[in-house]
């Protein structure tokens, strides 16, 4: 595609749910970030693929998270029994392959866990 | 601590003003890039300079790079009320597994 799309834009769920994000890179991007930012603040690395492998998951916050990659292009981001601390704007972004330079970001899903 | 952290947390200029930002880490980098996020949206790549480069400039953007000091500033020239939003640094570090970390921005206001 012609950019990074993500959808849901916004997702509304109850405290305990399960939500997916998806996350659609640019075609022949190899390296596929997510990123978590909260009201005001900074991006926090979560979780990063190249291809289909996660050669880096240290920054999920806890098991509840989960992530993969199928084909070396979509990425669906998995966050089970959801947490109202878990309420954020979820971003992807892609880029050519390793140490390439830019990161190209989609628009995010905006979480809101009552 | 976050790898990247700018200064000033927010800047209130008027327009036709420059805008400086600062950006300082903690390890040793492959390259320093620059993001723009306007309210709400997805971040949008400014520039990127390498290790090995002490200054870029890009239209009205001016990056610069200082190794030994482990940091970056980026200057905005004769600001637009369009500039309005936030930038964040981010430093592809050195084997630091091709993972980008950004600092916690800087809030700009560009005023008419």
């Known amino acids: 595609g012609a950019g990074v799309s993500q959808s849901p834009s916004n997702k509304v769920t109850e405290k305990g749910k399960d939500v997916e994000l998806r996350c659609d890179p640019i075609?022949?991007?190899?390296?596929l970030y997510w990123y978590r930012q909260s009201l005001g603040q900074g991006l926090e690395f979560l979780i990063y693929?190249?291809?289909?492998?996660?050669?880096?998951k240290s920054g999920l916050p806890s098991d509840r998270f989960s992530a993969e990659r199928t084909g070396g292009s979509v990425s669906t981001l998995t966050i089970q029994r959801t947490q109202q601390e878990d309420s954020a704007v979820y971003l992807c972004?892609?880029?050519?392959?390793?140490?390439?330079?830019?990161?190209?970001f989609g628009e995010g899903s905006r979480l809101t866990v009552l | 601590s976050q790898q990247g952290e700018e200064d000033p947390q927010a800047l209130s200029i008027q327009e036709g003003e420059n805008a400086t930002m600062n950006c300082s880490y903690k390890?040793?980098?492959?390259?320093l890039q620059w993001y723009r996020q306007n309210s709400g949206r997805g971040l949008v790549h400014l520039i990127l300079?390498?290790?090995?480069?002490r200054e870029k400039h890009s239209g009205r953007l001016r990056v610069t790079l200082d190794t030994s000091k482990k940091s970056s500033s980026l200057l905005i020239t004769a600001s637009r009320a369009a500039d309005t939003a936030s930038y964040f640094c981010?430093?592809?570090?050195?084997?630091?597994?091709?993972?980008?970390?950004f600092g916690t921005g800087t809030q700009l206001k560009v005023e008419l």
């Open positions: 981010a430093t592809d570090l050195t084997g630091g597994g091709n993972k980008l970390t």
């Open positions: 972004a892609s880029r050519q392959g390793p140490n390439t330079g830019e990161l190209f």
């Open positions: 300079i390498r290790s090995n480069e």
């Open positions: 075609s022949g991007h190899t390296a």
């Open positions: 390890t040793s980098i492959n390259n």
């Open positions: 693929f190249q291809g289909n492998s996660a050669p880096d």
